[in-house]
Every structure is written in C-alpha cells, then in structure tokens.
C-alpha cells in the first residue's frame, strides 16, 4: 500500500472523496492505521498543506480543506485553456502514430452504451483520457498542472455525478474530442472541450446546493 510517497496515497483518499473535506485528523491516528512512522504522516501532511489540500493546527489535528466554488470554477477555466491550446497545436497527422487510442475509445463507448453497469471504472477512463490530452505536445509539465487542478473537479465530480446519464453525456464528450482530433476537425474537439467546461461548472454548483456543510 505505501510503495508509493505517503504523500500521494493521501492525495489520492483526498481526490476520492475517502477522506472527505472537513474531516479531522491526528497523525498519531493515521500513522498508526497506515503503519508508517509518525513523521512520515507529518512530512505529507506539510506538502498537502502547500497545496491547500489540508489544513495543520499545531497540537491538535491536521483538516481536511473544504471546497471552494471559487477555486474549482479557477480549476476548471485553467484546465479547459490548457486542452484547448493543446488540441490547437496538435498536427492530426501524426496523433495516431503517436498515441494508442483504442482501448480508451472502447472504453468510452462502453460508458457511453452501458454507463455504470458497463464495469468499467468512471475515473480510471477520466484520467486516462486526461493523460492521453495531456501528452500530446511532448511537455510533461502540463500534465503535472492539468492533474493539479483536476484534483478540484474530480472531488466535485464524486459529490455530483453518479446517474447513468451523466457518466454517458461525459464519456460522450470525451469521444467527441478525440474524434475531432482523429479527424482533423480541431474546431469540433475545442467545441466539445468548452462544452465539457460549462458542464463541470454546472455540476459544482449543484454540489454546492446539495452539499453545503463539505464547502466553505
């Protein structure tokens, strides 16, 4: 289970929603549930703290942060920006020498046909569709921005999505703008891309309506 830095197994129980916000922790407790040294627990704890992903109380607990509409809405505007630059600098040409898009296109159908009763895991598909987007320009960087901020949408995705149309209506989006680049029809992929966005946004905001106590 800890192969992985402490620091991203946390992430990760943060991003799922496992650890939801507003939750107290003491690194004590969690070391002790994890197995790991206490000062490992505090060392993670310091850089989610950097990214405002906890927030530490000396002697008494370490929290997790609250949602922020304002900081998801900013997450979504980068994240939509940086897709569409990418997808304006790819040359369709070469997508398909450099990419391996079939299993990620069946799976999207898939999602799209059966949604949930498909078996097939929502956000393992989200974040592959992500890395593929994300590695089409060669500049590793961008991927590492692009997770940051999803980090944001994928929380209030967990909160909103769960009916078998919204897992459709999103795999379908996805399809549409890798089809777009397959095609070379970029405008139909940054079509799709914008719509993606204002749909995210439409789902934070249902979020804060339906979950008020898990936002500030």
């Known amino acids: 289970m800890l192969n992985a830095p ?6 990760v129980r943060i991003a799922s929603m496992e650890y939801a916000p507003g939750s107290n922790f003491s690194e004590m ?21 950097q ?27 980068i994240v939509r920006s940086i897709l569409i ?12 020498q450099e990419l391996t898009l079939s ?4 799976d999207l159908l898939s999602l799209e046909r059966d949604g949930p009763s498909s078996g097939i895991d929502f956000f393992k598909v989200d974040s592959h569709f992500y890395l593929v987007l994300s590695g089409l320009n060669g500049f590793p960087r961008l991927n590492k921005i ?16 769960g009916r078998r149309s919204d897992y459709i209506f ?35 905001k249902q979020a804060v309506k339906v979950h008020p106590s898990l936002f500030k």
């Open 85 to 96: 630059a990418i997808v304006k600098d790819v040359h369709s040409q070469h997508i398909e």
């Open 29 to 49: 407790e969690l070391a002790k549930e994890l197995g790991t040294p206490r000062s490992k627990v505090r060392e993670a704890f310091n850089l989610l703290a």
């Open 170 to 204: 999103i795999a379908g989006l996805y399809g549409k703008v890798l089809d777009g680049l397959l095609t070379g029809a970029q405008d139909k992929s940054i079509k799709a891309i914008c719509e993606l966005a204002n749909t995210l946004e439409q789902y934070a």
């Open 51 to 77: 990214d405002n992903l906890v927030q530490i109380i000396p002697q008494r607990c370490t929290t997790i942060c609250k949602l922020e509409l304002g900081n998801i809405l900013d997450s979504i505007f």
């Open 146 to 161: 692009i997770f940051k901020e999803k980090l944001n949408i994928d929380r209030t995705l967990r909160l909103s999505i």
């Open 103 to 106: 299993q990620l296109r069946e």
């Open 6 to 11: 402490l620091y991203d197994f946390i992430k």
